[in-house]
């Protein structure tokens, strides 16, 4: 809304530059001609001033909307550009968070601060150009870009709107796939060197969820990419053999390797929601998704939020939401049960027990159905129980121990801040100490940990490692990940002093420890595993050595290898008398924490409290 | 009205304003036509997204400083990797989401048309503004090429000031108001060539890249090449010495 404030902030920039102009006229023109450039100078404002009032009056998401009509795939590119403003300016924040944390900002000259922030630009436009490959992997998967999508039943659009009535999407015939949905593979996914990353031979039927297991960079997320028609990985690689799907609802049989479709070849819920949700709000989510898999109503969508747990949040804006509640979203939204095969990728990391409950039966309703249900899972206890059929790609796991070690508490270190949002009454940390956090979707876990990390200046670790790195390449993330070492960095002819020279090799043994010292220099950190991004992300934190360590979700996408490497590494820390904060809904990890002699903190209903105190 | 005094009025400074800004608009709608249907994969509507995303928020970012913003540079740079149709796309997205803030009005076609002629000179002008081998752009014929476009794409979007002054004078006076803040934006587009056009450059190529990730039996020459040298800087990576080679561990581990 267009309120007096915002038209004085307006005139406080133009009023002085049209006056400055109409002096320059009157130089010109002669001060007996003033009537004349009044009257200009009147006209200029008046005309400014009406167009950004229509400016303002007028919505953005109206704007797509209009362009949805018109321009349906530049519509697309629109929503997604507003999408990406809200997220570029946070990713930015992130990014001044972090060096921040990492000690760059105290003591040091302005110049030298602005040096230091325009760093992390090529960082950043990187991390922006994966957040839009994965949006444009989104659009391209859910067939958003067929146009006979968005222009079907024209006539009776318009006739809806110039009645006024809601625009229903009447004009979408309901889809049904057929009863013999069937999926081959035979195919290998290979680099450009000819090194193979994937050979897959399997006939998958409907009727059936399949659990796929295997480490990490094994191949779970290429292939899930593959069968849902969209760029396998983030590196060029060529596809060799054959794919074939029979029983799509519109196409009929597919050869994947025709692709890329217009058409949604599979129902594809990928990791990370975050960077998956097309619309700038809750509602248009829905009803974007909705419309492309047939005839919906209000009532519909509304039932289905409550389902998902999310009926409260339909004015919300995504980037407002938790992890937990983004990931109820894209289910809630985009489980469609007009396409045969559904791909969830790690889909349940984010959930908790409800939201497991709740996929669970929606994944066995599809079943039911006769639709196949792919899953890649690296905490498969919870999926075991439904699976059928279990795949196991690359070199087999033997089944992995988490590290657990007895750590006998130190002294008091801290204690979790009260606010508005909790309140406690919880006994002091000490050094040493296991903590791991468990609550409901929404319930402020991340929250906590921010505001901890911001009262008591401790260094935090979110759960997406992005938000962590800084750097487009290995070398300048590790340059960027202690002042001094970047000072070093920026030296033509670098002097190693005695704290540089120890910091790296901290550095490098850390490195070395993580299982990171294999990485290029000049690879580009998007190209690296979520593991080795998580790890990467972790390094400056170890480095630090803090007091508390407070870490989201560690084990976001990490197979069980990676992960007991990591949590040794944690264990290392409290050896030398770190107390480590981790918040998780995996049931393993909760095991893990008490065979460790770790605390179990509950948030409920604002509350945090310590299980069995 | 007959046809002599139509083209009379068509000569006045309101009937030029009438039939530049229909005849821009009628281009900007083409345009935008050509574009929409040019687009085919999910990857490349949202990297158009993504640039005029990132050129709009830097512009309302640079809106304190009168008249200079990189996205004169965005769009050379993605007309010298990407062409001018994706370009002309970018160029379009980007009038249409920085006005949103901005201010809207007749310069939102004149300002769309002038970026979409930026891209389409640096497109035109590639073998100029890249080394050999098209692995590093040349700042300096960047730079001039930046400059020049300082003061032709203000006198560009200048006309659109006809329309609303429609006066001939007023619209001279109004051009001469404006070297400075033209010669702001010819200063400003240098010194983003210099501080940016580097990781532009990376970034757009990264996005090569990543296109090339689709199902091909046999990847492109190009792609090939590149990973190469990757794969080259990486089993150097790999001949690097061990840091902590010949420390002998207190505990005894290896």
Request: glycine content about 8%.
């Amino acid at each position: 809304m267009v309120g007096i404030r915002t038209i004085l902030r307006w005139c406080r920039v133009w009023l002085p530059l049209s006056i400055l102009y109409g002096l320059i006229l009157l130089y010109f023109s002669g001060i007996d001609d003033w009537p004349h450039v009044l009257l200009l100078i009147s006209r200029l404002i008046a005309a400014l001033l009406g167009m950004q009032i229509l400016t303002w009056s007028v919505p953005p998401s109206d704007v797509v909307r209009a362009f949805e009509w018109f321009l349906p795939r530049l519509g697309v590119s629109l929503a997604i550009a507003l999408r990406l403003v809200p997220r570029l300016e946070q990713s930015a924040k992130w990014r001044l968070e972090t060096l921040q944390e990492r000690g760059f900002v105290e003591e040091e000259s302005t110049l030298s601060n602005l040096r230091t922030r325009a760093s992390i630009w090529p960082g950043w436009l990187a991390d922006s150009l994966d957040h839009a490959h994965d949006l444009g992997d989104a659009v391209q998967s859910r067939g958003i870009l067929a146009p006979r999508r968005w222009r079907h039943g024209v006539r009776q659009r318009i006739v809806q709107f110039a009645l006024g009535e809601d625009i229903r999407e009447d004009g979408v015939e309901p889809h049904h796939f057929s009863d013999s949905v069937q999926l081959g593979l035979d195919l290998e996914i290979r680099l450009p060197g000819g090194r193979s990353i994937g050979r897959h031979k399997e006939l998958l039927r409907g009727g059936n969820i399949v659990l796929l297991r295997g480490p990490s960079g094994c191949g779970k997320s290429s292939l899930l990419r593959l069968i849902a028609g969209v760029s396998p990985w983030q590196h060029p690689v060529s596809i060799h053999g054959k794919a074939h799907l029979s029983g799509h609802p519109v196409l009929g049989e597919v050869d994947l390797s025709s692709g890329p479709f217009d058409e949604a070849i599979a129902c594809w819920i990928p990791q990370d929601p975050d960077r998956h949700g097309i619309a700038e709000s809750v509602q248009r989510e829905f009803s974007i998704a909705r419309r492309l898999s047939g005839p919906w109503s209000q009532q519909e969508m509304l039932e289905s939020l409550r389902e998902w747990g999310l009926f409260s949040k339909l004015e919300s804006k995504p980037e407002h939401l938790s992890d937990g509640e983004q990931q109820r979203l894209l289910l809630a939204a985009h489980l469609d049960p007009a396409q045969p095969v559904w791909l969830l990728d790690e889909a349940d990391v984010h959930l908790d027990e409800e939201g497991f409950i709740q996929l669970g039966k929606a994944v066995v309703k599809h079943r039911t159905r006769g639709g196949l249900v792919i899953v890649v899972a690296h905490r498969h206890a919870r999926w075991e129980r439904i699976a059928d059929v279990e795949l196991s790609i690359g070199d087999s796991m033997s089944s992995q121990d988490y590290p657990s070690v007895w750590i006998e508490p130190g002294e008091e270190v801290g204690l979790p801040p009260q606010s508005s949002l909790f309140s406690h009454e919880l006994k002091p940390i000490r050094s040493g100490d296991l903590i791991l956090v468990q609550g409901a979707n929404g319930t402020g876990k991340t929250t906590l940990l921010r505001e901890w990390s911001a009262s008591a200046n401790l260094p935090w670790l979110p759960t997406s490692p992005d938000r962590r790195l800084l750097g487009m390449t290995v070398q300048e993330e590790l340059d960027l990940q202690h002042p001094i070492l970047y000072q070093q960095s920026l030296m033509i002819e670098p002097s190693l002093n005695e704290e540089a020279e120890n910091l790296g090799i901290l550095q490098s043994a850390l490195r070395l420890e993580l299982g990171l010292s294999h990485l290029s220099m000049t690879t580009p950190v998007h190209d690296l595993s979520t593991g080795e991004r998580r790890r990467l992300s972790l390094l400056p934190l170890l480095m630090r050595n803090p007091s508390i360590l407070l870490l989201d979700e560690i084990d976001h996408g990490l197979d069980d290898e990676t992960l007991a490497g990591l949590l040794s590494q944690i264990n290392k820390s409290r050896k030398k008398g770190s107390a480590v904060v981790v918040t998780s809904h995996s049931p393993d990890l909760t095991a893990w924490a008490k065979v460790c002699g770790g605390r179990i903190w509950r948030i409920e209903r604002g509350r945090l409290a310590e299980v069995g105190q | 009205m007959n046809w002599e005094s139509f083209q009379a009025w068509a000569m006045t400074p309101g009937g030029i304003a009438v039939w530049l800004t229909l005849l821009c608009g009628l281009f900007f709608g083409s345009l935008l036509v050509s574009v929409d249907r040019k687009i085919r994969l999910g990857r490349e509507a949202a990297l158009i997204a993504l640039l005029a995303a990132v050129a709009s928020a830097s512009r309302v970012l640079f809106a304190a400083l009168p008249n200079v913003q990189p996205v004169t540079l965005f769009i050379l740079m993605i007309g010298l990797h990407l062409g001018a149709r994706r370009a002309t796309a970018v160029a379009m997205l980007t009038a249409l989401l920085s006005n949103m803030a901005l201010g809207h009005g007749p310069w939102t076609f004149y300002q769309a048309i002038a970026w979409a002629a930026v891209g389409t000179s640096s497109a035109v002008l590639r073998p100029l503004l890249v080394n050999w081998d098209g692995t590093k752009v040349r700042i300096l014929p960047m730079a001039i090429l930046a400059f020049v476009w300082g003061f032709l794409f203000d006198w560009m979007v200048s006309l659109s000031a006809l329309a609303i002054y429609q006066s001939f004078e007023a619209f001279i006076t109004f051009i001469i108001a404006g070297l400075v803040f033209d010669a702001m934006h010819a200063v400003g587009n240098v010194l983003f060539t210099v501080w940016l056009a580097p990781s532009l450059h990376q970034l757009l190529w990264l996005h090569r890249r990543h296109e090339a990730g689709r199902w091909y039996p046999d990847l492109p020459m190009d792609t090939i090449e590149m990973e190469a040298r990757m794969a080259d800087s990486k089993a150097e990576a790999h001949r690097q010495e061990n840091p902590l080679a010949g420390i002998e561990r207190l505990d005894g581990g290896e």
